[in-house]
């Protein structure tokens, strides 16, 4: 089946540790993105992707980092810089032209202990 | 400025009642996008509809039917005989047609509860 798949669903870090959440999807989209969701609140977008080798910071991308190696695959690793890591991660993808429905992954939860 | 507003935090029904969820939306452009998405428990938002600017007429597809009027900017969301698999969190959203998915700008929000 075509889709978004995230993992971890689920994952604990220590402070100070780096974590890195994998995106991959075989929607043969040329845009990714990343969201966070905080309990109760919308959607924020950290980074995104409209080709390969070339990303953008979305508006709270300190913290994170990402890269694009492959057209399918948008990891993102959440840094010790990030400072309140716990959250539910969303990766999505779209066609790169405009007004183009986004689709979502599952999610995955961060939990910091 | 873009905006979606969706004024209802949390809407709580019985099971059968047909329930409306409202969206109001602000933007300069002429033409864009709005869409809703559904976010059940598990967490992912699930795509339910698209709606062009130029496309008033109102969509039905089973138990679900939306209203766009440009004249209140509006682009409500209505269920008709609710059921409990219809609880989750519903999306309204908004983006421009000559920009980037990534301008894509969400509401905050409705939780929908639905009662056996």
Redesign the interface.
Same mark, same amino acid.
């Given at each position: 089946d075509g889709g978004i798949t995230q993992s971890p669903k689920y994952l604990f870090r220590k402070e100070g540790q780096n974590v890195t959440l994998s995106c991959e999807q075989n929607l043969n989209h040329d845009a990714m993105y990343w969201y966070r969701q905080d309990p109760g609140q919308g959607l924020r977008l950290i980074y995104y992707s409209q080709i390969v080798n070339d990303f953008q910071k979305g508006d709270i991308a300190e913290g994170y980092s990402v890269s694009r190696e492959k057209k399918e695959s948008f990891p993102l690793t959440v840094t010790s810089a990030q400072k309140n890591p716990t959250a539910f991660y969303l990766c999505a993808s779209s066609r790169a032209a405009t007004g183009n429905t986004i689709y979502f992954g599952e999610g995955s939860w961060l939990t910091v202990v | 400025a873009q905006k979606v507003t969706q004024a209802q935090t949390e809407i709580s029904v019985v099971e059968k009642e047909d329930v409306t969820l409202d969206c109001v939306y602000e933007t300069r452009d002429t033409t864009? /996008?709005l $869409?809703w /998405?559904k976010q059940p428990p #598990?967490? @992912?938002?699930? $795509?339910l509809i698209?709606r062009?600017s130029f496309d008033e007429q109102n969509e039905i597809s089973g138990r679900y039917s939306w209203n766009f009027q440009k004249s209140t900017s509006s682009f409500n969301f209505t269920i008709t005989a609710s059921q409990v698999v219809d609880s989750a969190v519903y999306?309204c959203a908004l983006?421009? @047609? /000559? #920009? #980037?998915?990534?301008k894509?700008i969400?509401?905050?929000?409705t939780r929908l509860s639905i009662r056996p």
């Open positions: - | 864009y /996008y $869409f /998405y #598990s967490g @992912e938002l699930v $795509f698209r062009n999306f983006t421009p @047609e /000559y #920009s #980037s998915a990534s894509i969400f509401g905050s929000g």
